[in-house]
């Protein structure tokens, strides 16, 4: 094998910038124009039509970078596919509506898969309240599936700039759970069912989401595809403003802590948790709790908004402790940080 | 190497069936809907939001499939995804408004020239009064951009449903020079500069699609990117007809007579056109004739609706022609016809 050649002598990659300093440098070109509320780089852009909003968004799943083929059968990568996209909407506040698929297959894929495969978009969207009215099939080596995904939008926008100093920092359901499961199907290692079921087919927090903004209680909200530290540091970076988390109070089921005990490494970083993550102002925070019951799930406080930058994390004794990396970036896997 | 199995003793692939293979066994369990008045199956979904309709598109370009490296620059790429889309708007005779863009990109691509892609979708997009307002980005083996791409429709909705036997049948522009165009490309081969141009950016009919679907004339319409017989098969197909095509009447240009003299059938199954195919009832005609000015192209009338099934190209002599191929199927690349 030939040895790269140093970075400086040749063309900046995007494996070098990665995802994210890519978006940085695209987005505030692409913000503002007539019609659109909200704009790209957020989970979904609002749009407005007829005196009427809705929320706009794209996501897809890639063979070989989102999944290998076994580890969910066909239908559960259709029903995932759609799933991953409504996450976004539920973490506007708004309602799946219509989507348009974009099937890219190789030649050899069976028929049966194919239909399998879109059987589960279907069926996902049904049962968030949406339909499939539109799609392309084109050929191509991996196998991936684009949805994009039109919702009708709440009356009040929230986004991930909505963060202020003292805000509670809250999470729905648990995290880490889909990590565990996918470390387990991806190392072919025993995993309990609620972990592999939350891998494969992830819950969506469409009626938390809808309450949360819609109530007035949520002042920023996303939602955690790429790892709990990762997606907050979104909103803070938005925000501009910093986060301390408290490990002890991020949301672990009993699944996971018999696999890792107290560690909540894999649940602040590990991703593809589809939980919503929104930060709550301290006079909200009482609301919050006596209408728990209209979120659908549980949600727990994990930490507080602060003045400055970058996130802290603080563990069961008060020690700030370091995370090597905080969650994914398709283009820069390395120094992924496990337990 | 192993021989094949034979096909019976093995599952069927998307790769035996075809693209339309498939469609055609999906769609009929797709259509319908609250909110929808035009599912899949067409050129654009039409939905109803708020008292209005919009369409909805979905389409992408996969490196390998439907370009090489090198064929475009990213910049003319870029565009060229964005007005694939935006000739599906036109067929529908809508207006784009806004799209939100998935681009899956090899890691070992450079940020000079994703930068430069975005920007030739940001530039198209503005051209027909559309804007980017969201994406995703993931990593992948090929470079694959897929659009998905909200319109204004217009009062009526025409379809490829509405063509019965006496229509005319009318195409706009000239057809065949991207065909020629990509071949020089594809083949390191001199090519007009025309030709080239047109492969690489094609001409979107926005003007001619919404007078011809505003005024009435259109009863049914498709842009034609597979091959012009094939997507008149497509008419055909959906609205129960057969047709007559003469292929003297073909518009070609200057360019693709100089390179294939008399001979239409690049032009008539080479693909990328991305001009406009309607069909006209005779009561229409004149008004078409006369009103041609307002389509901001030429259209040439190609044949006739017939109710028997099939289509007949009938040559200069009166003399029916039989085509080996009729256009392009991303799962079958064998048996295309060329001059």
Not at 162 to 180: F, P
């Amino acid at each position: 094998m030939v040895a790269p050649m140093p970075r400086s002598a040749r063309s900046t990659t995007i494996g070098d910038v990665g995802e994210f300093g890519f978006l940085a440098k695209l987005l505030p070109r692409l913000r503002g124009g007539s019609g659109i509320l909200v704009g790209p780089g957020q989970d979904c852009a609002v749009i407005r039509g007829g005196g009427r909003r809705y929320l706009f968004t794209v996501d897809a799943l890639v063979e070989g970078v989102h999944f290998l083929r076994g580890w969910l059968s066909p239908y559960q990568l259709g029903r995932k596919s759609f799933l991953v996209n409504a996450s976004d909407v539920a973490a506007m506040g708004g309602r799946p509506r219509f989507c348009v698929v974009n099937l890219a297959v190789p030649p050899a894929y069976r028929v049966s898969d194919l239909s399998a495969l879109q059987a589960g978009i279907v069926a996902a969207a049904t049962e968030t309240g949406a339909a499939v009215v539109g799609g392309n099939l084109t050929s191509a080596q991996q196998l991936s599936i684009a949805i994009a995904l039109l919702g009708d939008a709440p009356k009040r926008i929230v986004t991930r700039q909505g963060a202020r100093s003292g805000h509670r920092i809250y999470v729905t359901g648990t995290v880490g759970d889909a990590a565990l499961g996918c470390r387990a199907v991806r190392d072919g290692t025993p995993a309990p069912p609620s972990a592999l079921r939350r891998f494969r087919q992830p819950t969506v927090r469409l009626q938390a989401g809808r309450w949360l903004v819609e109530s007035g209680v949520a002042s920023a909200m996303i939602d955690i595809s790429d790892g709990l530290v990762q997606d907050l540091g979104h909103v803070c970076a938005e925000s501009g403003v910093g986060a301390e988390v408290y490990a002890a109070g991020v949301p672990r089921s009993a699944a996971y802590r018999r696999a890792y005990g107290a560690d909540a490494t894999l649940a602040l970083t590990g991703g593809e948790d589809y939980e919503l993550l929104c930060t709550v102002p301290e006079r909200h925070v009482k609301r919050l709790a006596s209408n728990q019951a209209r979120l659908g799930c549980a949600i727990a406080c994990i930490g507080e908004v602060t003045a400055g930058r970058g996130i802290r994390i603080v563990d069961e004794e008060g020690r700030v402790r370091p995370l090597r990396a905080t969650g994914y970036d398709h283009f820069r896997r390395e120094g992924r940080d496990e337990p």
